[in-house]
């Protein structure tokens, strides 16, 4: 399955993330259900599509980027960049693209034999069924670790529907949470959410930069290394002391 990632010289806040979705749709117009996350199958009918999302939008390094996955890249290498202007006005703010980096690799998807570790940032973990079961469990962590565990395996199963691996197949993915460093309360389209930052293990391990998770189209919800997640604690604990 192809990967392909878009990412622009601009600097963008995560804030924006939004606004700049919004700019790139306008780009390659409503037609493109695949940017913006609407089911087109009824014309004149505005619903959202429950499939795992294939274009995500997010801020890497304090630049804006966009990861395409499957149909997902080959519409940002077909549908966007030839329409491509050389200004994007994101939340009124003018933005030069034409010093963008294009990355493109292949991942094989497969559930391995041992588990693999990896970091989640900001993984928005939760519906509403879940929250509930999560929130009655409150001062019983190894329960409330169970509703993690429940709720990534099932993410991880969504994103491998959408690689395209056998029912079967999928059923065989288990994950698990091994250890929550950071919950943080995030208010977004005026709906509240809680995101972790979490370490966790599975037999199916996503490719590092895409997401998982609720709005994980918007950035939520990186997959990334041990390494980069280390990292980032270690940069915000800084951010903390120095507040």
């Known amino acids: 399955?192809?990967?392909?990632?878009?990412?622009?010289n601009f600097p963008l806040h995560p804030?924006?993330?939004?606004?700049?979705?919004?700019s790139i749709v306008e780009v390659v117009g409503l037609g493109h259900h695949l940017f913006h996350g609407h089911d087109n199958s009824e014309a004149g009918v505005t619903k959202y599509s429950n499939t795992y999302p294939m274009i995500r939008f997010a801020v890497r390094r304090g630049r804006g980027c966009i990861v395409g996955m499957g149909s997902?890249?080959?519409a940002v290498i077909r549908h966007l960049l030839p329409v491509l202007p050389d200004t994007l006005t994101i939340a009124g703010t003018p933005h030069h693209t034409a010093d963008y980096r294009l990355e493109m690799k292949n991942w094989d998807p497969e559930i391995t034999r041992t588990p693999q570790p990896?970091?989640?940032?900001?993984?928005m973990a939760l519906n509403k069924e879940n929250y509930l079961d999560w929130k009655k469990q409150e001062g019983?962590?190894?329960?409330?670790?169970?509703?993690?565990?429940?709720?990534?395996?099932?993410?991880l199963r969504a994103l491998a529907e959408a690689a395209g691996i056998a029912t079967a197949d999928r059923m065989r993915i288990v994950a698990r949470v091994l250890r929550q460093d950071r919950v943080k309360r995030i208010q977004w389209h005026n709906n509240k959410?809680?995101?972790?930052?979490?370490?966790?293990?599975?037999?199916?391990?996503?490719?590092?930069?895409?997401?998982?998770?609720?709005?994980?189209?918007f950035g939520f919800g990186e997959v990334c290394s041990s390494f980069q997640y280390k990292n980032l604690q270690n940069s915000l604990a800084k951010v903390s002391l120095s507040k």
């Open 193 to 217: 959410f809680i995101a972790f930052d979490a370490v966790a293990e599975a037999n199916f391990l996503p490719p590092y930069g895409l997401g998982l998770g609720r709005c994980h189209s």
């Open 140 to 155: 019983n962590e190894v329960a409330r670790r169970f509703v993690l565990d429940r709720c990534l395996t099932g993410h």
């Open 1 to 8: 399955m192809q990967l392909t990632t878009l990412t622009f």
């Open 118 to 123: 990896f970091g989640l940032y900001q993984w």
């Open 15 to 22: 804030s924006d993330i939004r606004a700049f979705r919004a």
């Open 72 to 74: 997902g890249a080959d």
